[in-house]
Every structure is written in structure tokens, then in C-alpha cells.
């Protein structure tokens, strides 16, 4: 994962760094470039391009032909560790309903979908991804956006760009 980061971009890397927007009544603004994650960076200041995605997902899937690489960074064994259950929950990170039934650590884990699927997703400074997978059955997506979209209050989350293709998206699995 050799353009992946937390916190503001290295010099180096700028040049690729994408921008993020806001779009709020019809109207779109761009978000502040390079933010200082400040107290959130362990939260959720990692800025990765796709290609470092899908190897961060290979890691989680736990592709066999890298097993002997994958564990001198963390055993499978600690990892499966963080897919323990630790406290009940019925909404993610992101405040939705109906796609977590409770966290690890770290991870979110959803039961209705069996036998394990497993997620993670935020916000901030205008970018939103989710990771899903499902180490067994070694399926998983990535959902990124530059782009936050702000609904009117009390706009239900069916109605929702993120919660449509993020249920779309599950019946994958």
C-alpha cells in the first residue's frame, strides 16, 4: 500500500490526491483540500487509492498465496480476533440502520448475512467509503465517494444515494 497515508498528503503524493465535494440543496461546494484529520486521524483519516484498497481487502479476505506475507504484518489468528463480537448495536458507524448487528473491533459484523460478513465505513472532510466482506465465502466490495451528499431532515435512509447502492450492493453477498 504504497499511496495510502493517514492525515495530510505527502508531498510526493499530492500531485494524485483527488478533491471532495459537498452537495447540499442542488448546490455543490468543494470541500477543503488535504484536511488535517486533527483527533479523528486513527478514525478515519486513511486516504488510499483503489489499487491499495483492494490489496488492504485481500489482506482481510486472507488470500492463501500471500498467508506467509499477510501474517508477518498480523496473524490470522489476531485478526479473526477482531471479528469477535463485542458490544450490540443496531446502527453502523454512519447512524444506518439495518446493516450491522454488532462491532468488534473495528470491524461491524452482520449476522443476517450469513455465515460471516464483515464492514467498516466513514465520512469526512466530504469523501465516504464502506468495505464489506465475507472472509468465507472471499467476496467483498468497496464503495468510495468524493462527494457527501447533506439530505433534508428526515428524509428516510431508503431515499439515500449511499443506503440504495449499499443494499443493492449486499444482495451480492
Do not use: C
Not at 479476505?61 to 499477510?70: A, E, I, N, P, S
Amino acid at each position: 500500500m504504497s499511496h495510502s497515508y493517514f492525515d495530510t498528503t505527502p508531498p510526493y503524493l499530492l500531485k494524485h490526491r483527488s478533491h471532495s465535494y459537498y452537495l447540499r440543496d442542488g448546490k455543490r461546494t468543494e470541500g477543503r483540500f488535504d484536511a488535517n484529520t486533527g483527533i479523528t486521524v486513527s478514525n478515519s483519516g486513511l486516504n488510499a487509492p483503489l489499487p491499495d484498497m483492494i490489496k488492504w481487502v485481500n489482506f482481510l479476505l486472507g488470500d492463501q498465496r500471500r498467508r506467509d506475507v499477510y501474517d508477518l504484518v498480523l496473524k490470522r489468528s489476531s485478526l479473526e480476533e477482531m471479528w469477535q463480537p463485542q458490544v450490540k448495536t443496531d446502527i453502523d458507524s454512519n447512524g444506518d440502520r439495518g446493516f450491522t448487528t454488532d462491532i468488534g473491533l473495528i470491524f461491524f459484523l452482520d449476522k443476517s448475512l450469513a455465515p460471516m460478513h464483515l464492514g467498516h465505513g466513514g465520512e469526512q472532510n466530504g469523501f465516504v467509503s464502506y468495505i464489506d466482506f465475507d472472509p468465507q465465502k472471499q467476496t467483498a466490495s468497496i464503495i468510495v465517494f468524493n462527494t457527501d451528499i447533506t439530505y433534508p431532515a428526515g428524509t428516510p435512509a431508503d431515499k439515500q444515494a449511499v443506503y440504495k447502492l449499499r443494499t443493492a450492493i449486499r444482495g451480492l453477498f
